[in-house]
């Protein structure tokens, strides 16, 4: 099952200097465990600020009633696949991973900054 979720994407572009605090897993990249613990709280109708910058905090506030239903259709996470680097106009390198629930597939674009906290998170579905 494919899941359009246009109208319930987080899409949040900033400048990020500096690497990221978390470590390389073993497939490449640095963001698995957050995106996933992200998604996941999502799934439970919350946004958590341990995990997402300010401005992707914002935006997920005003979408958690759409984000929430649509995440819990999908499932539990079951797998995340490190995918590579996505070069944004803005220079900023995000990684992209696919993430496959229980019940159907998306692919999202994930960046941190210095803190750690999502500062990019995208999925067109």
Request: proline share 4%.
């Amino acid at each position: 099952m494919r899941l359009h979720l246009k109208s319930a994407v987080l899409l949040m572009i900033l400048p990020v200097s500096g690497a990221s605090g978390s470590q390389i897993d073993e497939s490449g990249g640095t963001l698995r465990a957050t995106l996933t613990d992200a998604l996941t709280e999502m799934a439970k109708g919350n946004c958590s600020d341990k995990l997402i910058g300010p401005m992707i905090l914002d935006a997920c506030e005003k979408q958690i009633s759409k984000l929430k239903p649509a995440l819990q259709q999908l499932g539990e996470v079951k797998n995340v696949r490190y995918r590579g680097i996505e070069q944004l106009p803005s220079g900023v390198g995000a990684e992209v991973y696919r993430v496959v629930f229980a019940k159907g597939e998306m692919t999202w674009m994930v960046a941190a900054g210095p803190n750690g906290k999502l500062t990019v998170f995208y999925s067109a579905g």
